[in-house]
């Protein structure tokens, strides 16, 4: 069992920056392969970017790519996402997955475990 808290969510203008948190308990953390997935109103959650247990391979999903950066502390259980040039379509709740074993790790059915999100608002 894992559980996850996501942290270091807010408001922030077109342009800034802001880094996600993701804590998990468990002794077992770098053996999970984590993500991160967003939701905005009305839409599907989507896959944002995930990176495997030993955190070397990452994804992004291509409107991210270039922007955002996913990393991981084994040490302190903690996965993180930097977000820079935010634009206003990055506006949803942000929520972070741990999975024991995915194939593509961008399919949140492949994630087994889910933090209660966290809201990142961008004005513009």
């Known amino acids: 069992q894992v559980q996850l808290v996501e942290s270091g969510g807010g408001l922030v203008q077109a342009g800034g920056s802001l880094r996600l948190s993701c804590a998990a308990s468990g002794r077992t953390f770098s053996r999970y392969n984590m993500g991160w997935f967003r939701q905005a109103p009305g839409k599907e959650r989507e896959f944002v970017a995930a990176?495997?247990?030993?955190?070397?391979?990452?994804y992004y999903a291509d409107s991210v790519k270039g922007r955002f950066a996913i990393s991981r502390d084994n040490a302190e259980n903690t996965v993180y996402l930097q977000m820079n040039s935010l634009k206003s379509e990055d506006t949803a709740v942000y929520y972070c997955?741990?999975?024991?074993?995915?194939?593509?790790?961008?399919?949140?059915?492949?994630?087994?475990?889910w933090g209660q999100g966290t809201q990142v608002t961008v004005s513009s």
């Open positions: 990176i495997r247990a030993r955190g070397v391979v990452k």
């Open positions: 997955a741990a999975g024991s074993v995915v194939v593509t790790a961008r399919s949140p059915y492949e994630f087994d475990y």
